[in-house]
């Protein structure tokens, strides 16, 4: 039987948005993992690589566009979605020069999320 969903990863610092994404996504029918540093994600991607990543772009130690590029260094293709507080100038065409697919600013939406995540996935609206 065919999985009717992605496996989505979510890498953010901050543990109230990884809870509610993942609420938010669950109710959806979605595999979701998150977590808190890119270094974390990285390590996981040994075991296992997602589908999805939604990726905050304002992280500690190791931002989400650095992890973008860190992923296309050693050659890790993973559609991404781009979230952010605090929408900078040329931040995201970096993101999206970088490979990802959507660059989204928080609060999310859950529909507007989901579309995101389909469209990154190539999965039928």
């Known amino acids: 039987m065919a999985k009717l ?5 979510i890498v953010d ?7 509610a994404l993942m609420r938010l996504l669950e109710t959806s029918s979605y595999d979701v993992q998150t977590f808190e540093t890119a270094a974390e994600f990285i390590a996981a991607l040994a075991h296992d690589v997602p589908e999805c990543m939604i990726l905050d772009l304002q992280m500690p130690m190791m931002t989400g ?3 973008q590029h860190h992923l296309a260094r050693v050659g890790i293709k993973i559609p991404t979605i781009v979230i952010t507080a605090h929408d900078e100038p040329g931040a995201r065409e970096k993101c999206v020069a970088a490979g990802a ?3 989204l600013l928080k609060p999310l939406r859950k529909a507007t999320l989901v579309t995101a995540i389909r469209m990154a996935t190539g999965m039928p609206n």
């Open 5 to 9: 969903n992605p496996r989505i990863a």
């Open 101 to 103: 697919t959507a660059y």
């Open 13 to 19: 610092d901050d543990a109230s948005v990884r809870k």
């Open 65 to 67: 566009l650095e992890l």
